[in-house]
DNA sequence: TATGAATGAGCATTCATTCAT
DNA sequence: CATGAATGAATGCTCATTCAT
């Protein structure tokens, strides 16, 4: 069902279709539930090459992390242009995430939800992307400091821990997004930069974070 | 291993025993992973007597859901004493949160990783828990509106998306937190309000959100 | 259900409870399906009393074996007079086999069905009832020659060839009243006895076995 | 045990060998005291080849009751010539019957006893077998009447009813032949043919049945 | 390159049976 | 007399993994 069953092609095309029914299956049922036969039959071929190519079921859920993780990431480093100042560079950042988490809803299941849940050898492999995305938020929080005149003397604890609230946020909000119809990336976007840049404080006072160009991403108070 | 293996005690007792075994090894393995002859054996019975007091592997797991999220629910709601101003019932409710999480990270690891990870009959479950914590946020939004005089006409969307970003911010710190040794529950509630309230933006002009004094700030008990 | 649940009865009765409990649960569901929790539970007592009166699965099946085979067994002598004729006697007998096994539906099951499905122990038992009935059809057959002045010159084995099939055409016949609705106990021993008695080929010569008394229990022809 | 162990077969092959130790495994212990292990190590291979080509235990259950049923069906049909007279092609399949469950007695047990006592899905199954035996024999009875130019006007019931103890005898004596040491298939049915087509009253009058001589009476096959 | 055939090991679940009170 | 508490031993079934071709 789905891929044309061809016999004779290259391997690299093989194994993408299994990482695609790998990651598919993995997504919706989770690294146990999922079977090595289910992943085979959707891939279109038999077990056997499975285990040819990809080696083990932990090595193909690894491969199938890796391979999301990147997507992920590379979705997120071409959204955002470097140069701009500082929240203009989140901005652009969070609408590529919830963009990319929108479009590949297994990919982020596996990412988000799976990874994490089955011990050090995937969860570490995740740990890594999320590293990545800290570490570009951190960064930007630092230059945003740089920014505004201010000496970078926010403690570097202080801003790791705002990094991680912003990405768990950001996380959250994928799977709210997601699973709330009618809410776009730009939208979803447009709530985190209000809440992470503007703070509730500075909301209740009619203060918001003002967004880019598009101005009907967020509305307008 | 731990208790005394002493026979013969009454059901009340022995299905906390169990509870106790299945929370353990639920939060560190998963549901999947978990397997009922390695809860019997924690909870020092045998196999038999844990399907005679639970049921099933699932009603088990269900079983340790509901224990966990009242357990949350209630260390939240006892945290928090009402008629203070907004910021300080959040920034009270966050720290129990936090201090809850960190002292049981099992049932925190149950509740918020592999509950939601296995279909439909636990994400619901996990799902009431967490509604009920959005609810508890989004409350203290509109009152926070209220106290400033604003009209509280946020739209309504809006303020479900910040107050998704608000628990989702805070359940990924709760991570962060019991990940990295010497965070306190009272550190990361504050940088969780300083990043929520007064936002990055106001962070970093110098104006974050100024936590309360050390003694009053912790409910008498 | 059913028995009002009064503590500190004599043995006896409970006992029979017990066995009213077994016979119907082992000839609804078969020996290896039923479960003693279940019996105990329709017996209204707990499952300890029932091994303390009927020590094991085993020996309560074979008390209810016993039991119905000897119930059966009282019935059909009860409904025989001697010093009939052959064919009287046996009309009488059989209408009576009818007539209990159709009121007694869970009885006859485990006697015909269950027992003998199970291994040596419980069909030998049922062996017996069966040779008592094998063997007063035998000597109905062997009075009735006697009856007819012919001398017994049937052969033994040929005798006992007969009487099984009259046995057996009983057993199969009972089931198939059982299951057709409207078939009287009378009906079908008058059936069985044409059949029987009279044989096929006879009742194709329009000669068939004259049922006693009440006509209407055999079509005339 | 017998075939030799070779590995790598035919999947058909295989399957027949799993069906063969599943009928003998559960003709001689019963449905649900045969267990799946026992068939597979008879069958000598191991058991998730069972469930793999059975799917599941009630799966190969009722592959067993088809597959002896069809073989007893096509043994009678084979064993009756059409055209001969009534008595002949009854004499004919009781003889094919005999020969066949005496041959096959664990086949015979799973259809007579095992599929009986377990349940509407194989009960079922097991009717129709039996169904199409009855329209036999009351084919036979129908055309029989009209042989002896009588109307065939013997109500529907009666002759159901007759055809019913002329079955229920038959396998009666099925079992009694195979307990009994030196009794043939053609002396069994020969004793039943005695029984049901003479009866017993023309018997005691000297006035048996006569079955064909030996040497036409079986088919040439 | 690709697969049909095959299995060792484990898992959820059930049941007959027994103590200790 | 009667039972709540407890278990050893199976049993049906599944799955990741590997040969032989």
Redesign the pocket.
Known sequence: MGAVKS???P?AV?EQQMLDAAVRTFGQRGY??????EIAELAG?????V??YLN???DLFTACIRREAKALTAAVRAGVRPGLPADRQLWEGLTAFFAHTAQHPDGWSVLHLQARTHGEPFAAEVAEVRADMVAFVTEVIVVAAREARRDPSLPEREVAGLAEALVGAAESLAAWANATPGVTARQAAATLMNFAWAGLGELMEGRPWAPPSEVEAVPAR
Do not use: I, Q, T
């Open positions: 016999k004779r092609m391997r093989r146990r539930a999922a079977s090595m036969d071929v038999s077990k056997p090459l285990y040819l083990s079921k932990e």
